[in-house]
Each structure stands twice: as C-alpha cells, then as structure tokens.
T-cell receptor
Framework: AQTVTQSQPEMSVQEAETVTLSCTYD???????LFWYKQPPSRQMILVIR??????QNATENRFSVNFQKAAKSFSLKISDSQLGDTAMYFC???????????????FGKGTKLSVIP | GAGVSQSPRYKVTKRGQDVALRCDPI?????LYWYRQALGQGPEFLTY????????KSGLPNDRFSAERPEGSISTLTIQRTEQRDSAMYRC???????????????FGSGTRLTVV
C-alpha cells in the first residue's frame, strides 16, 4: 500500500513571492506517477502538475515546478510569483503504473492550505 | 458530456435514511472512480468500475455502502441507514482505459456534499 504525507497543514505567502509545499510518499513500486492537485474554495479538483517517476527531469508548468527526489521519495511543489488566485488547498497524490487492469486509483495526502496574502 | 456530472450537488438527510448519489462520467471514459473526502482531509478511494464491472471495492467502509454501474455509463453510490459519520464530500472521477498519459485524462466531478443530521 502507498502512503502520501503532507507535513504542512497550513502555509501563507505574500503575493509575488515564492512558496514551496512539501510532500513525501512511501511505496515499493518502481514505476508510478505523482501529482499536485489544487482545490480552490469552489471545491473543484484541478490538476496542477504531473511527474512520471521514470523521468529524472523535474516537471514545470508555467509558475509551478516540482522538485522530485526519487531516492528520498520526496515531491515538493514550488509556486513562483504567487497570485491571489493560488489560494487553495493543495493535495499531493500518487498513482501506481497500471498493471493492465485499467486501474488508475489515486492515493492523496491530507493537503496543505495555502493562503496568498495581498 | 463535456465533464463529469454529479447530482445532487448537496444532500441533507436524516440519520437512518438511505441516499443515492449519481455520477455521469465523460462520454467514452471506461473507468469510473468514487472517492470520499471528509472535511479537512484528502479524498479517499472507495471503489472503481471498468465498464459495468466493479473491479475493486476495497475502499468501501462497510456493507452499508454499495455502488453500481449497470450499463457501463452512469454510476450510483448508495449509502443505506446513513450515520452522521457518513457526512462528507463524495467525488466521482472518470478516465480512459488505457490512458496513454495517466492522470492527464483523469477528470473529477464537482462532488456531492452529504450531510447526515
């Protein structure tokens, strides 16, 4: 079984500054995917960024980037130039590589509540 | 449809009543997942289907919870004899099988917020 741990229940950052959210996970799998999801007050679940475990290069999506350390089982999210619209819950999630059964089950951490302060 | 649709959006029920929550996945998505998200927590897996077959129900907390997807499209999650501890957001998600870019095609619905009073 996989576990995902987010050790920061709440964080805050000044607008335009940079913030890093931490995530660690535990698995015996060698091939898997890691995700960061954003859940704004509207309660939507929005995919922010995705990392494939077999890729050494860290994923980047505009102002969002990750620091993926496979040996340490660490997957942190960096948000640059924080904007008010970034205020949300952020969830780290793990997905095993499908074994052919068509299973794409996600295991989530408990989340980090990020507040961007004007 | 264009997205994953869930209904009702909100449901308030009295303890002991049965509730049925509906999920209409994206057209053509073979896999359908149910998650439960308690307040202040991340979503937790309940069960999933490929077409009409329930592949894994290991996350269902007890036998009061059941799910079906009889025609491989719309799914219903039923909770019998509801208890206050069942109060949560229930989310549905769907994806393609196989998904050549796992995760990108994984789409969540807006959820049903269930309150048991």
């Amino acid at each position: 079984a996989q576990t995902v741990t987010q050790s920061q229940p709440e964080m805050s950052v000044q607008e335009a500054e940079t913030v890093t959210l931490s995530c660690t996970y535990d698995t015996s799998e060698s091939n898997y995917y890691l995700f960061w999801y954003k859940q704004p007050p509207s309660r939507q679940m929005i995919l922010v960024i995705r990392q494939e475990a077999y890729k050494q290069q860290n994923a980047t999506e505009n102002r969002f980037s990750v620091n993926f350390q496979k040996a340490a089982k660490s997957f942190s999210l960096k948000i640059s130039d924080s904007q008010l619209g970034d205020t949300a819950m952020y969830f780290c999630a793990f997905m095993k590589q499908d074994s052919g059964a068509g299973s794409y089950q996600l295991t989530f951490g408990k989340g980090t509540k990020l507040s961007v302060i004007p | 449809g264009a997205g994953v649709s869930q209904s009702p959006r909100y449901k308030v029920t009295k303890r002991g009543q049965d509730v049925a929550l509906r999920c209409d996945p994206i057209s053509g998505h073979v896999s359908l997942y149910w998650y439960r998200q308690a307040l202040g927590q991340g979503p937790e897996f309940l069960t999933y289907f490929n077409y009409e077959a329930q592949q894994d129900k290991s996350g269902l907390p007890n036998d009061r919870f059941s799910a079906e997807r009889p025609e491989g499209s719309i799914s219903t999650l039923t909770i019998q004899r509801t208890e206050q501890r069942d109060s949560a957001m229930y989310r549905c998600a769907s994806s393609l099988v196989p998904d050549r870019t796992p995760g990108y095609g994984y789409t969540f619905g807006s959820g049903t917020r269930l309150t048991v009073v």
